[in-house]
């Protein structure tokens, strides 16, 4: 499911397009080194990942020849702007550049890269963008950060895609989720920040201009490193946390513990999506089965129906969350899932408002109905579970689609 060597053919499309040097700008032959070292970026990943001696010390031999040939260019390109007609120059940077054609294609053929390891080393030179127009901006170089632009849209682009493809690649809930928002989070941002690069770059000792673009360039180093983060923990193969094994759980209590332990390390959500509103009424349900449980030991009634009564409550209330979360969901099989676990929360909810009613008017011991309160605790817990994996899915098929 890799994404392939994508940056090998945007280079040689480069070089393709260029057609003669004396007509090249510095623009553009810069934009072909910032490929190139991408490229270079990912085969040194591929290097470090691969465990065959002789097949990593050939990636490296070709490595170190292709950073010398990017070090070359980057001082011809420079040649160039100080002398734009000087034909032996072009001469040379033409035939350095097919030399880096046939380089490229021999690290695209020595090494397969997966997008997550893309999301790395974009992700990395997206970062020393950032903090060379931080120190563009603090020093009132607006030259420097007019000239810093194109690359670092030409990666935020870049990073938003592959985030995508990495997202494919990984089942941890928690990276899906970190794929999704922040890669969202630096597209959105993307246009403000971009924009108040070019006004800084125009005026670049204002004061209030350069503090606006500084906040969007501290957004989008935020994002960025959220996705680099994510993007080695896809590498790594990092396995989601195993949900809770039900039938180990013994009371009531065990059941609400397990609930919380499934939104551990999830985002926090605020009420204002369906989404939002299931993980939290999710989070109520676990918080009053542990003060049922609680209650039943201390033996208090009253405070055993109380809780029951919002639990059965609260699991009524998830449906109406679950069926505003299905109008906006597009896979059939994530609605069926939606409504299944919400229909089996709140069928364990009323029957343990029931049970819970049996035992608070009973006198005594009743072993039967303690039995019937785990087994309807559990089933509740594992039916709360099941909806806020289901609605995770659902929601990132919808913002990912």
Known sequence: M???WMCEQDLVRRIDSLG???????EELSAIADDFAQQILLAKAAADRCKDAEKRNKLLTAIKKAEEQLQQLRTLTAQLLRTPNDPALHQAIEQLLADIKKASKALAAAVASPPEDKLVA??????????AVTRAINSGNGAAVSGLIPSIERRIDLQVATAKLAHRNTEHPEVQEILVAEAKRLETTKPALLASLRTVAAAPTDATKKSEALKHVK???QANAALVD???RVAAKEQPRARADMSKVTSVAGAAAAIDAALVGRSAYDDSTPKGRIMNASKRI???????????????KKEIIRATNAISDMSVEIGKHTEEMCRTCRDPKIIDQLRSSAHAT???GIQLKILSAVKTASEGVDSTTEGQLVTCGKGLASAVIDLIDTAEVGDLKRTFA
């Open 286 to 300: 676990g918080i009053e089965m542990a003060k049922l449980a609680q209650a039943a030991q201390r033996g208090d």
């Open 219 to 221: 957004t989008a180093q």
């Open 122 to 131: 974009n992700g990395t030179s997206l970062q020393a963008d950032l903090e």
């Open 346 to 348: 709140r069928n364990f």
């Open 2 to 4: 890799g994404g392939g």
């Open 230 to 232: 994510a993007g080695k």
């Open 20 to 26: 003669q040097v004396s007509g090249a700008s510095y």
